[in-house]
């Protein structure tokens, strides 16, 4: 199947300071990419539809100032977690449809964040 | 919006025996239904899917079944083996935009 890759798949940093991950579509292009996060044991709770070249689109109750989406080509989206909390730490997981195929949703690697 | 309801949220079966895990959707407009297997700590990997024009399908020992009217979908794991143990996710999406929902996954374990 079509690869997704994410960066960081593991970061730890201090209460306050920002953290970024990639999300890279590496054998298609994604106008759309998906943001998720997910706590431990449970389902993966959509955040925010990253679009290329414009807006992303957040799910309600999500802080679209702390959790900053960029999608500024057609194979990579970047989620910022701005002035990080230790409530902010989880899993954050990335997910691509392929168009080659007749938009299958891959996932990313996924990032374990920890805030100290 | 959408909404998925998946059962059991957990499921313990001896090793050999069969497994069905079943989901619930709300929108008469989803199309695509994807199963996705979750191990720990690890990217969710899609293991078969079915689209709305289909009522069955089959891949080796795992098989989905849709049934549109009732709005429900089943995922069949046939002969489970030990290395079946995992979470098993469904999910649906609708017409506008490639976004899945998932349901709230179902924690499988076999017993060698």
């Known amino acids: 199947g079509a690869v997704v890759s994410q960066h960081p798949s593991r970061v730890i940093c201090k209460s306050g300071t920002s953290v970024k991950i990639e999300c890279r579509s590496l054998?298609?292009?994604?106008?759309?990419m998906f943001w998720y996060r997910q706590f431990p044991k449970k389902s993966l709770m959509l955040m925010a539809t990253?679009?290329?070249?414009?807006?992303?689109?957040?799910e309600q109750g999500v802080e679209k100032d702390k959790f900053l989406i960029n999608h500024a080509s057609l194979t990579l989206s970047t989620l910022t977690v701005t002035s990080a909390h230790p409530e902010d730490s989880s899993f954050y997981i990335c997910?691509?449809?392929?168009?080659?195929?007749?938009?299958?949703?891959?996932f990313g690697e996924g990032s374990w964040l920890t805030v100290v | 919006g959408e909404n998925v309801e998946q059962h059991p949220s957990t499921l313990s079966v001896q090793e050999g025996d069969s497994a069905v895990i079943k989901c619930t959707y709300s929108?008469?407009?989803?199309?695509?239904f994807p199963w996705y297997k979750q191990e720990l700590g690890k990217r969710p990997q899609l293991i078969i899917d079915i689209r709305s024009n289909v009522g069955e399908k089959k891949d080796q020992r795992i098989a989905v079944t849709l049934n549109k009217t009732a709005k429900h979908f089943s995922l069949h794991i046939t002969e489970t083996q030990p290395e079946d143990s995992a979470v098993y996710f469904c999910a649906a999406r609708g017409n506008a935009g490639n976004m899945l929902t998932f349901g709230g996954g179902t924690r499988l374990m076999v017993k060698p």
């Open positions: 054998d298609f292009q994604a106008t759309t």
């Open positions: 990253s679009n290329e070249g414009s807006k992303a689109t957040y």
């Open positions: 997910s691509a449809p392929d168009p080659t195929s007749g938009n299958t949703i891959y």
């Open positions: 929108d008469s407009a989803s199309n695509y």
